[in-house]
């Protein structure tokens, strides 16, 4: 039911993936059969991977209330 419903998904410390059995495709592909519209982003604070898109989408989402 929440990803049904979420306005977005983030994949954080995708830096840290590579060091784990997270297996990146099959999420990709079991959110797309749940929510296939939900905007899915990956993003690493440390390295600062993708945060340029996730302030994009929290300044759309702020100009358009």
């Not at 840290?16 to 749940?34: G, M, P, Q, R």
Request: proline share 2%; with cysteine; charged share 25%.
């Amino acid at each position: 039911m929440l990803i049904r419903e979420t306005k977005a998904i983030l994949l954080n410390k995708i830096d840290l993936i590579e060091y784990t059995n997270f297996n990146k495709a099959s999420c990709h592909v079991d959110l797309n059969n749940v929510n296939g519209k939900v905007p899915f982003m990956e993003i690493s604070c440390i390295r600062n991977i993708g945060m340029d898109k996730w302030y994009n989408w929290i300044s759309k989402q702020i100009s358009s209330k």
